[in-house]
């Protein structure tokens, strides 16, 4: 007997995934995760038993509810579905897949909906970041379609922004958790922050290729993904994470700019495959980059070109941010807030199906 769940499957940002209300899941964690697996197919390298795209990208989950987070509607919490292995990481977070969160409150009633647009305030239970949305609803339906575009998505859809708050430390505990801005490991210069995302960006001359490759080419490179990976462990080790059981902190390749407007071009990685285009996320990590001084940022960006607003050249076009600053009492520069404009679509709503002997729906706790 199988066991229907009720879910929209959504593409948000670059990602896709089905969207659940968390009261439609099992309440523990471990009986949760067994039906996330199942409901996706993992684990089998083409997911073929279940609704997951076989792919990073596609293999992951939005679950939503009330909010009793001051200054929030609702709480997001993300899930990462191993593909060939049967792991849920909730350790990370996906700025993409949050992109349809909004709409998908509006969609299943949690956030009422305003005209023309309505505002969701969302807690990210990942980072413990805050998000505000603001949702296309003339008439208060959710529009998806529109003239606004991204790169590394067809076609052009209704704009979703995001401004993202409280983005510092939701990790590894500060922006620069080691307490410098930039050091060596390995004899590569290197860069560990938590902002938004906890990352370790290295220039990609350091080891041995342009920053300009192909993903075909960069996930080739056995070489370059090993030594990629060591000092993604060691990055860390330091940061205080545990890298051998998450994807964190994610490593990023950095190099000078090719377009008249760019600011910086990045290769990032998921840890062990090349982003298709550039995670939101990561984003707000990269973008900050761009505009504390001191990083290895300051051997690439161009002599004059620090601005508030970011151009990131990725593997399929440019993905633009606008970050907001402070100054602390130190005089150091803050990144407290960067705003992010992405697009979603509905794909299919209903019920996603999994077998009665992994769980028979019952929702009590034990």
Not at 145 to 152: F, L, P, W
Not at 158 to 185: C, H, K, Q, W, Y
Request: glycine share 10%; aromatic share 4%.
């Amino acid at each position: 007997m199988l066991t229907r769940i009720p879910c929209i499957l959504m593409r948000g940002g670059t990602s896709k995934g089905p969207y659940f209300v968390a009261s439609d899941l099992p309440p523990e964690r471990s009986l949760r995760d067994r039906v996330l697996l199942a409901a996706m197919g993992s684990p089998h390298a083409r997911q073929i038993d279940g609704i997951g795209g076989a792919e990073h990208l596609t293999s992951k989950v939005a679950i939503v509810s009330p909010s009793k987070h001051p200054g929030a509607d609702v709480d997001y919490l993300f899930a990462q579905v191993g593909i060939t292995e049967a792991v849920v990481d909730t350790t990370p977070n996906c700025g993409n897949i949050l992109t349809g969160v909004g709409p998908f409150a509006v969609e299943r009633g949690l956030v009422k909906a305003a005209h023309p647009t309505t505002r969701v305030r969302i807690h990210n239970v990942n980072t413990g970041a805050l998000v505000e949305a603001i949702v296309q609803t003339p008439n208060g339906i959710v529009e998806y379609e529109g003239t606004a575009s991204i790169d590394g998505v067809n076609g052009s859809a209704a704009p979703v922004g995001l401004m993202f708050r409280n983005i510092i430390g939701g990790s590894a505990g500060a922006m620069f958790p080691t307490g410098r801005p930039r050091e060596d490991i390995d004899g590569v210069p290197v860069t560990m922050m938590d902002v938004g995302h906890a990352m370790v960006f290295m220039p990609a001359a350091s080891l041995g290729v342009t920053g300009y490759e192909t993903k075909p080419e960069l996930d080739g490179n056995n070489d370059l993904l090993a030594r990629i990976e060591a000092i993604r462990l060691e990055a860390g080790r330091r940061m205080g994470l545990e890298p051998m059981k998450a994807l964190l902190p994610l490593p990023t390749l950095i190099a000078p700019p090719r377009r008249d407007n760019g600011t910086v071009t990045a290769r990032n990685f998921l840890p062990h495959t090349l982003h298709s285009a550039h995670g939101v996320t990561q984003t707000i990590c990269t973008s900050s980059a761009c505009v504390v001084p001191g990083t290895i940022f300051d051997d690439v960006l161009r002599p004059g070109s620090r601005s508030s607003h970011v151009v990131i050249e990725h593997v399929s076009g440019v993905i633009e941010a606008d970050v907001e600053t402070e100054r602390d009492s130190d005089g150091q520069v803050r990144p407290i807030g960067v705003a992010v404009d992405r697009t979603c679509r509905k794909l299919f709503e209903g019920f996603v199906l999994v077998p009665g002997s992994v769980w028979d729906g019952r929702l009590e706790k034990k």
